[in-house]
Every structure is written in C-alpha cells, then in structure tokens.
C-alpha cells in the first residue's frame, strides 16, 4: 500500500532578497538622473518599506525602481502591500509593507478550489499560517501545484516540504 505524499503551500518572502532589492533601488535612484534634486529616498521603516519624493509621480517612480528590482530578485509583487502617495509636508509617501503567512480566508479559498476543481481523493489541512495538502497519489499533488499556479489569488504561494 502506498503511503501518502505531501506537500505544504506556504506564503513567505526572502527577507534577504527584499533587503538586496531594496539596496539595489536605492543605489539606482542616487545615480539616475531624473533622481537628481528630488529627494528621492527608498528605506526601511521598521517593518514596513519607506519610498519619499519630492512629487507624486516621482515616488511613483521610485515604486517602479523598486519593484523591478523585486521582480529580478525573484520576489512575487504580489507579497508587496503598497499604499497610496501621501502628501506629508514638501514631499510624497509611499509605504509598502510585506505580506507573508496565509490568512484564514485565503486558507479557506484555496482548499476549496483544491475541492472543486482538483483531483478526488486530495486532503487539505490548514495549520497555522499554512495549508498542508496531501495523498496517494504524487500525480495528483502536481495537478494541484498546477492548479494554484493558475488560480488568480492575491497572494505569493510557494510549495514547499515536498514528500
């Protein structure tokens, strides 16, 4: 009898690679010429990523910097909650803070799409801030990798723990 294989969907970010990201923007927008003389500034705050600007499409600007630079890294867009430019005094704001763990809600969404439109035969369990899905079949724990690939969730999903 076989036993059974498993695999967890997990929703983490590299802090490393977001640092290295981060790093690389700011090191772009000092040396960029239509950064000169804008104030323009990407930086930790606490948790949270910090984007300031002289104008709005600047910080935007600097948005854009950074999440190419994310995006080289490897690191989803989708793991980055972005706020609105806020006009604070003579420059623009922007914080970005990242989102990791798997809310009960997406847990919830995503073992019902395993349900609905995966193979039989498929359990989820949800621990914590991930979901661990598992059977018979290693076949059928692929569908389902491929499946949440190309589910439309609004968040970064890594598998990890495959067994």
Do not use: C
């Given at each position: ?73 490897g ?11 806020l ?16 809310a ?60």
């Open positions: 009898m076989p036993s059974e294989s498993s695999f967890d969907v997990v929703s983490k970010v590299d802090r490393q690679e977001v640092d290295n990201a981060l790093n690389q923007a700011a090191k772009e927008i000092s040396q960029r010429y239509d950064f000169k003389g804008v104030g323009a500034d990407v930086r930790w705050s606490g948790e949270s990523i910090l984007m300031v600007a002289s104008s709005e499409d600047r910080v935007n600007a600097v948005l854009d910097v950074l999440q190419t630079k994310l995006v080289k890294r690191v989803s867009l989708k793991a980055l909650d972005t706020s609105e430019p006009p604070s005094g003579k420059e623009h704001r922007i914080t970005a803070t990242l989102k990791e763990g798997l009960q809600d997406v847990a919830k969404k995503i073992g019902k799409i395993i349900r609905d439109e995966g193979p039989k035969g498929v359990k989820t369990q949800v621990t914590g801030e991930e979901m661990r899905v598992s059977s018979k079949s290693r076949d059928d724990l692929q569908d389902v990798i491929a499946l949440l690939k190309g589910a439309d969730l609004d968040v970064a999903l890594q598998f990890v723990n495959y067994r």
